[in-house]
């Protein structure tokens, strides 16, 4: 079955800092994985996805990702973090067959708070 | 601009009377999903239609529904909402179920009280 840890229920950091939020997966075949962010009383947003190719993948918001088949992980990643950068964030993987639609499995979501 | 659109954005309704909230999309796509948040958890998916084919999640219960009367409409019926049903009711859409185009589109999401 597919599916994502999230370890981390929260992480802080300075502003200016790098960031990082971690995310690990399981899948049978091959992982379509996707980053979201969410902030309070809102939808999600979109950040970035794998789908092949290329293992740093570059997203929204100076976001990027890095894609390691070996660690099975997929951590999300910010050179510098402004404060507007906090808000909750949610791994997720494709579910694996058309017949699911194409469903987003999400992790439990990490908060993240940047402090000036 | 292209989006996903929910109203209202806030409802109040009481113990065991139906409601309906609505989506709907300016994005033309073939997916529309229905998620339930409670309180900064992950999202759940209740169903999502596919065009016009209907896809219950197994533990989704009986008291949801829902309806697409057309591509840019989708509907969310709770029959009888108990004070359980309270959470924050995600629509999103995608424009295809295949991976490259699995990308989904998010809308603000409705807060359901229950009194």
């Known amino acids: 079955a597919q599916s994502v840890a999230q370890p981390e229920d929260q992480v802080n950091v300075a502003e200016g800092n790098p960031l990082t939020v971690k995310c690990t997966y399981s899948v049978s075949g091959n992982p379509y994985l996707f980053w979201y962010v969410q902030y309070p009383n809102r939808g999600l947003q979109f950040l970035l996805k794998y789908i092949t190719g290329d293992n740093l993948v570059k997203g929204s918001y100076g976001f990027e990702a890095e894609f390691n088949k070996s660690q099975t992980s997929f951590h999300l990643k910010k050179p510098s973090a402004l404060v507007s950068d906090s808000a909750l964030y949610f791994c997720?993987?494709?579910?694996?067959?058309?017949?699911?639609?194409?469903?987003?499995?999400f992790g439990q979501g990490t908060e993240l708070s940047v402090k000036p | 601009d292209a989006m996903v659109i929910q109203n209202p954005r806030y409802q109040v309704t009481q113990f065991g009377k139906p409601v309906t909230l609505s989506c709907s999309q300016t994005?033309?796509?073939?997916?529309m999903y229905w998620y339930q948040q409670k309180s900064s958890q992950a999202p759940k998916l209740l169903f999502h239609?596919?065009?016009?084919?209907?896809?219950n999640e197994a533990d989704t219960p009986d008291n949801f529904q829902s309806r697409r009367p057309n591509t840019s409409f989708c509907f969310l019926d709770i029959r009888s909402p108990g004070l359980g049903d309270a959470a924050m009711y995600l629509c999103?859409?995608?424009?295809?179920?295949?991976?490259?185009?699995?990308?989904?589109?998010f809308g603000p999401g409705t807060r359901l009280t229950v009194l």
């Open positions: 239609y596919y065009d016009k084919d209907f896809n």
């Open positions: 997720a993987v494709r579910g694996p067959f058309y017949n699911q639609g194409g469903k987003l499995i």
């Open positions: 994005l033309n796509h073939n997916v």
């Open positions: 999103a859409t995608s424009r295809d179920v295949t991976a490259q185009y699995n990308e989904q589109f």
